[in-house]
């Protein structure tokens, strides 16, 4: 019970934030990647009660692995400016501990860090592996949509939530595009077929929801970020494991998937 109303007061301290700009944001990812390059969170524009989750269990701030020095050798960002918001999924392949970290950071009404809510995998996470991560994600165009051509908040949301209904009922229709290709782990779906759709995902043989669905979305980029609890996956959490999907959607239709997924035990016990 305690942990649920951690959880709802993030949720809660992200819904309350001033109007800002995507030059503020922009600048606040800046700072993110510095603090995390330099394992200062106090780069951040931090307030004086800063909400940090780290793997969906909240830590001190100056703890986690915000506080360690980490090699970042490739970067990607969504900035939310309806929510004053960002994300940023950071490769750090080279570094001597090898992670992929996903970070929510929510400003509060007066341009304040409120909250901090990071995905951090490592070996033993799902299908982990960084350098193959890195090699991936840096050969995908995620270029800014021209204006005219931008889909709406409704339209990305609409598409990652039917990409996750799918995983349990095969009768969602799922926008996938053509080609489409879905970066799980460090395990690439992608193919030299430019007509293939490789990011179609099988039935799980169990039915379950996705659930606490938080939301980063960016009509610019066409992109979205769910943070969200996964079920099945994990065995030792049956109920649901800290889980994040990034998905860039072009036209209405899905584009690229990245999906990270923290696990108890190695693989998830599978």
Known sequence: MVFSTLLVGAALASSVSAACTRAQLQDLTVAYIKAQTSGDPKQLPLAANVSYLENDAMLD???????????????????????????????AATNSHPYVIDTRILLNDEGKVATVQSLVADAGDWVFDAKSQLSWTQKEKWDTIPEGKRDTRAVLQAAGDLYLDSWTDSNVKVPYGTPCARLEGGSYTGSSNANANTCKMPKFPEDFKIKNRRYIIDEELGGLDIFNDFPFIDKQKPNGTASGNFIRVEGGMIRYIHETTICTTKGCGR
């Open 61 to 91: 701030i100056s703890k986690g692995v915000l506080s360690q020095k980490v090699t970042v050798d490739f970067n990607r960002s969504l900035y939310d400016t309806t929510q004053c918001a960002t994300f940023t999924e950071l490769s």
